[in-house]
Nanobody
């Protein structure tokens, strides 16, 4: 059974840092591209970052480029998102999942097969 367990969120001031983790079970990370997706309060899911199945290519939405870094540890089967220089607009629940080529994700998919997510709040 595929499971995603996210952790590492919290409340930080603007300019702060957090490192999110996602422990994956049911498949191995070196067999699948992975993604981080977030849902800001009152808004739809939005794609944040991808890493390919080989782990040697990463992709970011424009608003987080240079601030966020996606990575993985295949030995721990864990996906990470290092978030630096955080801004209030980064406030959201963050989820990890298998990546879709179109980078479009639905609430149905989130409720059906994702984890609980981890809350990130950036506020002074």
């Amino acid at each position: 059974q595929v499971q995603f367990v996210e952790s590492g969120g919290g409340s930080v001031q603007p300019g702060g840092s957090l490192r999110l983790s996602c422990v994956v079970s049911g498949f191995t990370l070196n067999n699948a591209p992975m993604t981080w997706v977030r849902q800001p309060p009152g808004k739809s899911l939005e794609w944040v970052s991808d890493i390919n199945s080989a782990g040697d290519r990463t992709y970011y939405r424009d608003s987080v480029k240079g601030r966020f870094t996606i990575s993985r540890d295949t030995g721990k089967n864990t996906l990470y998102l290092q978030m630096d220089s955080l801004k209030p607009e980064d406030t959201a629940v963050y989820y990890c999942a298998k990546a879709r080529p179109d980078r479009l994700y639905s609430d149905y998919e989130r409720r059906r097969s994702w984890g609980q997510g981890t809350q990130v709040t950036v506020s002074s």
